[in-house]
């Protein structure tokens, strides 16, 4: 895709979130060109590489909960449309780290970006990217902004780190996948969500209220996001299945069926996930063995839960159209697995 | 090595600056207690690998220009000593980052992180670090700080991103080639240099002298460093040599020589350096060529211009020690490479 065409194609917003988020279509288009301006440099490669994963048409869910969650304080949108282009910043350069990292073949639909631009550059562009982020929290001017989100960007780390001890371990009990999936994903949610209170200079126990819900809603989300990489119908929308399956990744649906696994079934995930001796036919066994013991249905149990403590989290606010948002977004996370 | 032993040995200094810096022994043993508090993780790989790499004895060149530039102006040595750790961070994960691009082989002696913990590690140790730096800095508080370090890093980015596209060009100007070395190396010691005088509140006449000197000081040093890479006798001393020319990296001496460079030389960069098709005792032809034009020399004399700006942007201070020791650490970085 040409610099340009990616461009054009990220101002317009392209996010499944748009029904929800009628009302802050226009902060987002302010978010759209903040990011746009921003991602820019004289060395070419880099808006080249940034546009190509930002307009790949991401859901901009984290930007929506820091408008959102300004909105809701009335906070200065101003000041939310700059730190909401940091936070996708955050997330941008995550992703860009993660593809080196998971060898993951697509994203989002496209081609990974590191197989098309090369490992090399997807660490570097994502280090400018993370850097963009500070300087624009930096020209903010708010050292607790700061603060939630460097701590959140060494938890994220963390996070990764650890779930790659995690990945072909088939002993890996479910508080250690969600004390992963916290790290790695959640921690995000809630910075992002914390970012609104403190702009509109909310109190201390509504930013952890607001911090609650996103950590809830965030877990609630890669759960439904680990789910959906084993659903078959999936693959009928155009999606990729089986890429944790593939790369060993330990995620709910495999553990749940892993705690009612007879011992032939132990011996498939043995052989499949702990030695990643995988051949023809083993993700559709794989498949057939979850179905077997309800593992998904187990898995969208259990992010249901995390929904349900999401919405409670919500502290009571004037804005009800943006309470109606934040509350719709969490069970939006179980509607794009189901 | 065991992370205990890692962590010993980076609690000793073991500089080669530690001649220039007897003065501040106390400070930096205060720095590097800071950098052993700071990486530790709940996570074991991550202070495992960065103690792997923070151990293996590191210059510490950035943070003593930190801790020399407060000094220097009276300012509180509490501060700088976290922000040291601070800009020590951010060179690390630089270090990290650049192992996963580079695919080098040994870095100070010793093998490349990424090829004992693998490019995932090494990608994510490096965010992890890198964050942690600027939890420091918030720490700290000063947005002035912040602002100057993370304009560095996004610099710093932007500078290696640069050099995928002079990498294995061989119309690379001198101009293109100190573009590059101010951006991914020079930046951070500009950055560094100018925390000091930050903490001590000095006015901004200063600040900008002390960031001119840094600015200096890195081009000269990383001129030196790639002159390094071609010096034979290196070899003498346990460092690896020619990892540039394998690499296909445009510096200093290469430049020098293609500018002086017959037809039949030329045919060879352009086999060796553009179309990296080489063969046994090209490196040590490349040698030759270089001696031929002495293109070494050119290299030196240009750092050594770079060292008297360095030393001419010095400002004026009370404190002879410090002067001293800056004025030091200048002729230094070329005395590394001859």
């Not at 820019?40 to 820091?66: C, E, H, N």
């Not at 969650?69 to 955050?90: C, N, P, Q, Y």
């Amino acid at each position: 895709m040409s610099d340009i065409a990616s461009q054009e194609k990220a101002t317009s917003l392209a996010s499944p979130l748009d029904s929800l988020s009628d009302s802050l279509t226009d902060d987002m288009r302010e978010v759209n060109a903040a990011i746009l301006k921003e991602m820019q440099s004289d060395v070419p490669m880099i808006p080249q590489l940034a546009g190509y994963l930002i307009a790949a048409g991401g859901k901009r869910i984290r930007p929506l909960m820091t408008l959102a969650g300004t909105l809701l304080f009335e906070g200065d949108m101003k000041r939310a449309h700059g730190l909401s282009a940091a936070v996708e910043f955050i997330h941008t350069a995550t992703l860009l780290h993660d593809d080196v990292v998971d060898e993951s073949d697509e994203r989002r639909g496209q081609k990974a970006a590191n197989l098309i631009f090369g490992n090399k550059s997807s660490v570097l562009v994502g280090d400018y990217l993370f850097s963009k982020a500070f300087q624009l929290m930096v020209a903010d001017g708010s050292l607790e902004i700061l603060r939630i989100l460097s701590d959140a960007s060494a938890i994220i780390a963390e996070g990764e780190v650890m779930q790659l001890g995690t990945a072909n371990n088939i002993e890996t009990s479910l508080d250690e996948y969600l004390a992963v999936i916290k790290a790695k994903t959640a921690a995000l949610f809630a910075a992002s969500c914390e970012v609104g209170p403190v702009i509109a200079g909310a109190d201390a126990q509504t930013q952890k209220s607001m911090h609650d819900y996103g950590m809830a809603l965030g877990i609630a989300f890669q759960i439904a996001d680990d789910i959906l990489d084993y659903k078959a119908d999936q693959e009928a929308l155009g999606k990729t299945i089986g890429d944790d399956f593939r790369e060993g990744k330990m995620t709910a649906p495999v553990i749940f069926a892993l705690e009612n696994a007879d011992e032939l079934e132990t011996l498939f995930w043995q052989r499949t996930i702990q030695d990643k001796n995988q051949k023809e036919g083993d993700f559709e066994s794989a498949l057939e063995i979850l179905e077997k013991h309800d593992a998904v249905a187990q898995s969208f149990a259990l992010a249901q839960t995390y929904v349900s403590m999401a919405e409670n989290a919500l502290p009571a606010a004037k804005n009800s159209v943006m309470q109606e948002i934040l509350r719709s977004l969490a069970s939006f996370t179980l509607k794009r697995a189901f």
